[in-house]
């Protein structure tokens, strides 16, 4: 069983990995339960509730997860074996993305062996403590303000770390916290990841395209990390506030996508600040995701079994949809024309050119 456990285990760290997570509404609690939390480190599972627990944290189908084994990750939180906690980190990942599974009970008990485990020596225990706490703060709205700054102060810790793994997850837990801050608090982890990746960018030029292959490399740490950093700041553009804090995203966002050190999936973010601009340099961000409705570069797939077609300029400008003027609106339905010989043309930009043009109809 021991050679299972762990292929199991490897299984789900490489097919899992630090991902963004789904984008989307957070979910109401579910109401919390009567059951007492325990207050000492739990016995070591059973030879079943083990096996049990290796499985939901592998991966089952979510329609197969059910409380009990939401008690069994809780009870594995809080083991005294760090191997057992590994374990119940991954379950509670994967029970997060079940709407209303999770209760405030797991919360209190699972949440402070994970906030330490965050910044174990063990990088695979923190590996796995951040991926739970990145799924809580992305997927449910269980964590408190409290957890949450607690949480922030681990984040910002493994980003002051030498060991570019560390930082890598303070990277991604810093993404997943970001929608979770107060305006200050957003502003400051968010410029804290721009002046980390602007700096790194500046003493490693190169190409979009030559950075992923490096960063596709799990030997390389560095641009893996950097990698994470990146996605962390085009996941959270749309919650950053101020003309200051969106100047400064457009600053690194745009001359990036024109010097190809970016990819063009950096465009909803320079459509998602565009309105904190002042009027010159609005105008200026707007004209590019307008220009970039024309690009085939903006193109994208999603899936690995059915693959799902995207358009990042698409997605850009649905963003921008409720704010541009008769122009820009003319323009960006220009621009979508010319991508009528497109396979996937009706499917991505037929509701955005009806869209647009209603919108001054």
């Known amino acids: 069983m021991k050679l299972r456990a762990w292929l199991l285990l490897a299984a789900a760290l490489l097919l899992a990995g630090c991902s963004r997570g789904p984008v989307g509404a957070v979910p109401s609690p579910a109401p919390t339960s009567t059951l007492p ?3 000492q480190p739990s016995p070591a ?18 329609s197969q997860l059910t409380i009990a084994d939401v ?6 939180a809080q083991s005294g074996d760090e191997a057992t906690r590994q374990w119940a980190y991954l379950a509670g990942e994967k029970l997060s993305s079940v709407p209303g599974l999770l209760d405030r009970e797991f919360v209190q008990a699972a949440f402070p062996p994970a906030v330490e485990d965050t ?3 063990t990088q695979q225990t923190a590996e796995f403590a951040s991926r739970l706490i990145s799924a809580l703060a992305r997927n449910t709205s269980l964590l ?5 700054s607690q949480a922030r102060d681990a984040a910002q810790a493994n980003l002051e770390s030498r060991d570019p ?7 991604n837990l810093s993404g997943a916290l970001i929608p979770r801050l107060d305006p200050e608090g957003a502003n400051q982890a968010f410029q804290t990841l721009l002046q980390t990746v602007a700096a790194w960018q500046t003493g490693n030029p190169m190409t979009w395209d030559e950075f992923i292959l490096q960063a596709s490399d799990y030997r390389n740490a560095e641009a893996r990390f950097i990698n994470q950093a990146i996605a962390a700041l085009l996941y959270n553009c749309a919650h950053i506030t101020g003309e200051e804090q969106a100047k400064a995203a457009v600053s690194w966002a745009l001359p990036g996508m024109q010097n190809r050190v970016l990819s063009l999936g950096a465009l909803p973010c320079l459509a998602a600040v565009a309105d904190e601009l002042p009027e010159a340099e609005r105008r200026e961000a707007v004209a590019y995701v307008i220009a970039s409705l024309a690009s085939e570069d903006a193109w994208y797939t999603l899936g690995s079994g059915i693959i799902r077609p995207g358009n990042y300029a698409n997605d850009a400008i649905r963003i921008l949809l409720p704010s541009l003027e008769r122009q820009e609106v003319e323009m960006a339905i220009q621009a979508i024309e010319t991508q009528a010989g497109h396979d996937a043309y009706e499917t991505i930009f037929g509701g955005t050119l009806e869209a647009l043009k209603d919108r001054y109809e």
């Open 37 to 39: 939390i325990p207050t």
């Open 45 to 62: 599972p059973t030879t079943d509730s083990a096996q049990r627990l290796e499985d939901v944290a592998a991966g089952l189908d979510p």
């Open 71 to 76: 008690r069994l990750a809780q009870a594995g």
């Open 119 to 121: 910044l174990s020596s």
């Open 144 to 148: 408190s303000q409290e957890q949450v």
């Open 165 to 171: 793994e560390y930082r890598r997850l303070g990277a």
